[in-house]
């Protein structure tokens, strides 16, 4: 298993960012995948998520409405769509996959065991 992250920069507040992570070496309908970010000082957080399976999305409360996650299996990649950034945002994003988690629970970092590198997001003026 391959996770590969990119997309991340510096943004003003209110600004737009879309992340990506390319995949390889399982199949995606098979697994959890899921965005999870760690700013300095911070424990590791999920962000959003897609459950294994029926493939829904799950957020966590405070990007619920700004952050939109899609994946394309044909390219097998997975994306984050980041609108209305906040400064708060502001940390590394990783990518990470694992077959284990069940619906809403793709967004507890402790099931993953495969993971991208982060990849870094500043919002900032």
């Known amino acids: 298993v391959q996770l590969q992250a990119s997309g991340g920069g510096l943004v003003q507040p209110g600004g737009s960012l879309r992340l990506s992570c390319a995949a390889s070496?399982?199949?995606?309908?098979?697994?959890?995948i899921g965005w999870f970010r760690q700013a300095p000082g911070k424990e590791r957080e999920g962000v959003s998520c897609?459950?294994?399976?029926?493939?829904?999305?799950y957020y966590e409360e405070s990007v619920e409405g700004r952050f939109t996650i899609s994946k394309d299996n044909t390219k097998n990649s997975v994306y984050l769509q980041m609108n209305n950034l906040k400064p708060e945002d502001t940390a590394v994003y990783y990518c990470?996959?694992?077959?284990?988690?069940?619906?809403?629970?793709?967004?507890?970092?402790?099931?993953?065991?495969?993971w991208g590198q982060g990849t870094l997001v500043t919002v900032s003026s």
């Open positions: 990470a996959t694992d077959p284990t988690p069940i619906g809403s629970s793709c967004l507890r970092h402790y099931w993953y065991d495969y």
């Open positions: 070496g399982f199949t995606m309908g098979d697994y959890a």
């Open positions: 897609i459950s294994k399976g029926d493939g829904s999305p």
